[in-house]
């Protein structure tokens, strides 16, 4: 029963996700007012705001005006269960699995409004710093100075990148978002992972900007959110990072 558990806990966080990547793009409270219809502004009783298991019973449309209710709400509900259940089965209930679903659900929002808006809220990136910093003298993962030299390490190392990317070209490179992004990463997995998280999140986005290039869905010039790489380096980093480094990455271990 543990695992149902898990997972029902996981579709409720979700359904929290869901009104954070909805407001924070527009700097609205996430917890005030109540959840509402965005189209009519009705007030979404309890009864009809269970995760899932609403959307289902509603067939996808409000019970007020009927408009449509975006897939994305269930897909952002069930992905978080799973997510949540995935860690712990990698972890149990313990201390890494409390701090990790932290970890997780602060990258996978991100990487959503980040797909939508093409910015990174700063209540996660630059709160997710000290977090992450408390999460790993609470932990014990990694040691105090490791963490210390990510939040360096990533902010600095992208910094880095996207001055000489804008001298070169003239033109921005990666936004403050990304650069704020992979500090944050810095602060839960230590400096040791930034560059396996970066060679893993540029080697998946330039595969997928690559195919979106080919099918014409991208032009050269329009750009494609770097955050949910990023965020995919990290979760990789997470659960094979030791295979990585040991095989990939020796000299970024220690």
Request: charged share 10%; proline share 5%; glycine share 12%.
């Given at each position: 029963?543990?695992?149902?558990?898990?997972?029902?806990?996981g579709?409720?966080?979700?359904?929290?996700?869901?009104?954070?990547?909805?407001?924070?793009?527009?700097?609205?409270?996430v917890?005030?007012?109540?959840?509402?219809?965005?189209?009519?502004?009705?007030?979404?009783p309890?009864?009809?705001?269970i995760?899932?298991?609403?959307?289902?019973?509603?067939?996808?449309?409000?019970?007020?005006?009927?408009?449509?209710?975006?897939?994305?709400?269930?897909?952002?509900?069930?992905?978080?269960g799973v997510?949540?259940?995935l860690?712990?089965?990698?972890?149990?209930?313990?201390?890494?699995?409390?701090?990790?679903?932290?970890?997780?659900?602060?990258?996978w929002?991100?990487s959503?409004v980040?797909?939508?808006?093409?910015?990174?809220?700063?209540?996660i990136?630059i709160?997710?710093i000290p977090?992450?910093?408390l999460?790993?003298?609470?932990?014990?993962?990694?040691?105090?100075?490791?963490?210390?030299?990510?939040?360096?390490?990533?902010?600095?190392?992208?910094?880095?990148?996207?001055?000489?990317?804008e001298?070169?070209?003239?033109?921005?490179?990666?936004?403050?978002g990304?650069?704020?992004?992979?500090?944050?990463?810095?602060?839960?997995?230590?400096?040791?992972?930034?560059?396996?998280?970066?060679?893993?999140?540029?080697?998946?986005?330039?595969?997928?900007?690559?195919?979106?290039?080919?099918?014409?869905?991208?032009?050269?010039?329009?750009?494609?959110?770097?955050?949910?790489?990023?965020?995919a380096?990290?979760?990789?980093?997470?659960?094979?990072?030791?295979?990585?480094?040991?095989?990939?990455f020796?000299?970024?271990?220690?």
């Amino acid at each position: 029963m543990i695992e149902a558990f898990i997972f029902v806990f996981g579709l409720i966080w979700g359904s929290f996700f869901n009104v954070c990547i909805h407001r924070l793009p527009k700097e609205q409270s996430v917890l005030f007012p109540r959840s509402h219809c965005p189209n009519c502004q009705a007030l979404i009783p309890w009864y009809l705001n269970i995760p899932v298991v609403s959307f289902l019973y509603l067939k996808g449309r409000c019970a007020q005006c009927q408009k449509s209710i975006c897939w994305e709400y269930p897909l952002v509900e069930i992905l978080t269960g799973v997510v949540f259940l995935l860690l712990y089965l990698r972890f149990g209930l313990s201390t890494q699995w409390v701090g990790y679903t932290v970890f997780f659900s602060g990258l996978w929002v991100s990487s959503i409004v980040d797909l939508h808006h093409q910015i990174i809220p700063d209540e996660i990136s630059i709160g997710g710093i000290p977090v992450g910093f408390l999460y790993v003298l609470w932990s014990g993962d990694i040691l105090w100075w490791q963490s210390l030299l990510g939040i360096v390490a990533g902010g600095g190392s992208f910094l880095a990148v996207s001055w000489v990317y804008e001298k070169i070209t003239g033109r921005d490179g990666l936004g403050g978002g990304d650069v704020k992004l992979l500090a944050m990463i810095g602060a839960w997995l230590g400096y040791q992972a930034i560059l396996p998280v970066i060679v893993i999140s540029s080697a998946v986005g330039s595969l997928v900007g690559i195919s979106l290039m080919v099918a014409k869905a991208k032009g050269m010039k329009e750009a494609i959110p770097f955050g949910p790489f990023l965020a995919a380096g990290a979760v990789v980093q997470c659960f094979w990072g030791d295979k990585i480094g040991e095989y990939l990455f020796p000299f970024s271990n220690g």
